[in-house]
């Protein structure tokens, strides 16, 4: 019996990405398709919104009627996220959940949710940026806080967060190789008389222009030298990939909140 995904999103850049990738993916079916009421697409058929022929599912407004599915996969906005995991963990619906941009309180929300439900939830599904996050987390407890720390991400000019979920993401692992709280070091932007940086921060710089699927990098800046480590995106495939991995590995597990790195075993 293949495993039957809803999607979330579904008409948007990640929703149709996801929808090719589990059409082409062996065992899965997308049996549900979903996105914001109002939108234009409601009624159309989502395999060919995918490129990938008709697949017998209209897209509908009806977040319930998604649910009803082996697992589900959220690429939307935030507040559209919250709603649907609160919707999931009712119906008791795994859920792989890929939008940014989220708030503490938010996030916080979301935990309550995988107390009652599994839920996937990565900024980032890519397999290169997993190990990345892996490896700052390393170089950074390797190095003292004499190497200030920097993230410079670049992203498409439709982007609506920022910094990126993986910028942060990556930041938080910087943070943890130190063993300091994040929220006390993040400099999320800076403008105007800042002021020399003060040792210890992590600094944010975002970019925004063009096509660009995803660009990350972290840089430990010491003196005399820099070590830099990053991720370029090519494709959206890469994060489709990803969630498709990861729905398989959340369907049918126990409730809670899960990581990429759970899924990809990434330690
Ligand atoms: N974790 C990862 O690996 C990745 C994460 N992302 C994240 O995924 C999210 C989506 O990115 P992307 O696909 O590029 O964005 P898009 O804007 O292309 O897609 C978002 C989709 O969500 C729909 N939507 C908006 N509001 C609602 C709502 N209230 N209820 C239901 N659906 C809604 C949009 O509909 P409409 O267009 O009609 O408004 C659209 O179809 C972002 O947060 C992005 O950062 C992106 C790539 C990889
Ligand atoms: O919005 C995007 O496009 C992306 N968003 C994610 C993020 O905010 O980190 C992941 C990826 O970089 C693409």
């Given amino acids: 019996m293949a495993l039957a995904v809803g999607v979330f999103g579904s008409t948007g850049r990640m929703g149709r990405m996801v929808t090719r990738a589990v059409t082409e993916a062996d065992g899965m079916t997308v049996n549900k398709a979903a996105d ?53 963990a009712a119906s008791g619906t795994p859920l792989v959940i890929g939008t940014t941009g989220l708030t503490n309180a938010q996030e916080a929300t979301l935990a309550e949710h995988a107390k009652t439900t ?91 222009g063009g096509d660009v699927i995803g660009d990350h990098t972290v840089i430990f800046a010491g003196a005399g030298e820099r070590v830099e480590i990053g991720h370029k995106a090519s494709g959206r495939d890469v994060f489709a990939a990803g969630a498709v991995r990861a729905a398989r590995w959340v369907a049918g597990r126990t409730p809670g909140l899960y990581t990429m790195r759970d899924v990809l075993g990434i330690t």
Avoid: C
């Fill in 118 to 208: 599994a839920i996937v939830y990565a900024p980032n599904m890519s397999l290169g940026v997993n190990l990345l996050l892996a490896v700052v987390e390393q170089v950074s407890a390797a190095l003292d806080e004499a190497w200030d720390i920097e993230i410079v991400e670049m992203h498409h000019n439709r982007k609506v967060d920022a910094p990126s979920g993986t910028a942060l993401g990556l930041g938080r692992a910087a943070a943890k190789g130190r063993g300091r709280a994040f929220d006390d070091v993040a400099v999320l932007s800076r403008e105007g008389m800042t002021g020399p940086r003060e040792q210890g921060q992590i600094g944010f710089a975002t970019l925004r």
């Fill in 36 to 88: 914001r009421a109002g939108s234009a697409h409601l009624g159309a058929d989502i395999g060919d919104l995918a490129g990938v022929g008709s697949l017998g599912v209209s897209v509908t407004d009806d977040v319930d009627a998604v649910l009803g599915v082996d697992v589900a996969i959220d690429f939307t906005l935030p507040e559209a996220t919250l709603v649907h995991a609160a919707r999931a």
